[in-house]
């Protein structure tokens, strides 16, 4: 019984492989009836038209364009970038902040923006744990909407180990130490010509990661609306999954109608919270 396939370019075609696996897939990507070929192809060229990921389900056959394809891996590349970038700025950032707790320094402006030092803290949390040993925990929750988002996994990487390996920055050692800080005698700091460059480099990396973000999510946002217009819940592609997280109601704790019943702060605790540099970056 001859079955068809989709091929690179676009076409339908009979599959004659018979000794070796089909390049264009497994069973999933192949069809038992003309027809039903036809009919993934209409799906993936409206889709293409529109400038969606060219994704089609029928029944329990899945296909794919070699254009989205290549979004799909492009996604997942961004994705591991986005956060190997955000770790290298944290690492900056962490640098920094050091240094200027050594010395004491709370803020710096520059030319690219100001700095300043957001000391440790505390911050109110509901303790949860005393609520359930009162047993009111269920009287104060209310329903909150999730919406529907897409979320990646490495495939096998269930402790999450190779995907930290993989975002971890580059072995570099951050120029800058107490030496590129001057305090002044009005007590004002500032920074050696090696500082500056830094903070420049700090300020190009976070303008350039907003923007390499929004293109991203605004990708992310676009095949989790095709995976859910073909009832997918995931996509697996060159070792990694997409998978579609539906809209959901969850239950969260209503600290509103706690504060008006007057248990909030009976009911309440305070958790630290480590300093961290704030960067108001100038335009």
């Known amino acids: ?8 370019n676009g076409e339908k075609a009979i599959c004659r492989a018979t000794v070796r696996a089909c390049p264009r ?9 003309v027809e039903d070929c036809d009919k993934a192809l209409d799906i993936m060229n409206e889709k293409a038209a529109k400038n969606e990921f060219a994704i089609a389900r029928v029944g329990n056959k899945i296909v794919i364009s070699e254009e989205s ?36 320094v709370k803020k710096v402006n520059t030319e690219y923006g100001g700095l300043s030092v957001i000391a440790a ?14 047993d009111i925990y269920s009287d104060y929750l209310k329903d ?29 050692e951050v120029p800058f130490s107490k030496d590129d800080v001057v305090i002044l005698d009005n007590g004002e700091a500032r920074l050696s010509e090696r500082g ?13 990661l907003k923007e390499v973000k929004a293109n991203h999510d605004e990708m992310r946002d676009k095949l989790n609306e095709t995976m859910r217009e073909e009832s997918l819940p995931g996509i697996k592609f060159g070792g990694s999954t997409w ?3 539906p809209e959901t109601t969850a239950k969260i704790v209503d600290t509103q109608k706690m504060k008006d019943e007057g248990v909030y702060d009976e009911y309440t605790k305070k958790i630290d919270t480590v300093s961290s540099l704030r960067a108001r970056w100038a335009k």
């Not at 970038?81 to 010395?103: M, P, Q, Y």
């Open 1 to 8: 019984m001859a079955k068809y396939h989709i091929k690179k």
């Open 25 to 33: 897939g497994g069973a999933s990507q192949h069809f038992e009836s």
């Open 69 to 104: 394809k290549k979004s799909i891996r492009d996604l997942t590349t961004a994705q591991l970038n986005i956060e190997k970038i955000e770790n290298t700025s944290k690492l900056i950032r962490n640098t920094i902040k050091d240094v200027f707790e050594e010395l004491g």
């Open 121 to 134: 803290s505390q911050r109110t949390v509901v303790d949860v744990d005393k609520m359930m040993e009162a």
């Open 144 to 172: 909150s909407d999730r919406k529907s988002y897409v979320m990646f996994k490495i495939i096998g990487d269930e402790d999450g180990s190779k995907r930290k390996t993989l975002t971890k920055p580059d072995n570099f």
């Open 196 to 208: 500056l460059a830094l903070i420049k480099n700090l300020r190009d990396i976070d303008l350039s």
């Open 243 to 245: 998978e579609s997280v």
